[in-house]
């Protein structure tokens, strides 16, 4: 497939990428009958700087995929025509964590024609979704019984242990890559990995809370 990197074209506009909150999918405003890819970067990434690689890697595609799938490392596309836009109310997201961009774009036999996103007034052809995480800690107790001779009193405390719980919502594993979370007790730091998080729950002895941290400016911590 060839593939042609051209201008804005005000004409052909696609921009105001956004969430839909009702469907969740993404949703844009086009030109009437405007077909568009759809581009998804690392959190933050301006797709800018890569569409002359985004273009070669068009040109080694046999066809543009109607769902999608990596071109480039970290980088997916797929393409939406103008009748899926309204069959299908926009466009699904391919996770969170992640920046999308809507480039408007016209298909002739084998040639693609690939606009450049309009970076001019206030309206804007990205979107950037972070992924919301809640991971909660807590203290963990143990029950002994109180006195001397415990075995004598039939009255119970709670005693405080030295441990905590990190507990991991569930499908966290999904889409999550080594080490980009990690908590700290003082000083030291413990990168949290991938089997840790499909265990769901991990123990930690600590005399102190443990924090948790993130390296990825996609997630949230909420």
């Not at 569409?51 to 080694?60: F, G, K, P, Q, T």
């Not at 007034?121 to 002994?144: A, F, L, Y």
Request: glycine fraction near 8%; aromatic fraction near 8%.
């Amino acid at each position: 497939m060839r593939c042609i990197l051209l201008e804005n074209d005000a004409e052909k506009y696609a921009t105001n990428l956004r969430i839909d909150e009702r469907t969740k999918n993404l949703i844009w405003d086009s030109a009437p009958g405007q077909d568009v890819v759809i581009v998804q970067t690392p959190y933050g990434d301006s797709v800018n700087s890569i569409l002359e690689d985004l273009s070669s890697a068009v040109e080694n595609m046999d066809s543009l995929p109607g769902r999608y799938s990596e071109v480039i490392n970290g980088v997916w596309i797929c393409f939406v025509s103008a009748k899926d836009k309204v069959h299908d109310n926009g466009c699904k997201i391919n996770g969170e964590g992640s920046t999308y961009t809507v480039l408007s774009c016209s298909k002739r036999g084998d040639e693609l024609s690939l606009y450049k996103p309009s970076t001019k007034g206030m309206i804007s052809p990205s979107v950037d979704i972070p992924r919301k995480i809640h991971i909660q800690v807590n203290k963990e107790s143990t029950q002994k019984p109180s006195g001397i001779f415990g075995r004598i009193f039939k009255g119970k405390e709670n005693s405080q242990s030295c441990f905590y719980s990190i507990c991991f919502p569930e499908k966290m594993d999904e889409g999550y890559k080594e080490g980009e979370m990690s908590y700290t007790i003082g000083n030291t730091e413990i990168p949290i990995t991938k089997a840790m998080v499909m265990q769901r729950v991990v123990y930690v002895r600590s005399e102190e809370l443990p924090k948790i941290k993130t390296a990825n400016k996609g997630i949230r911590l909420i």
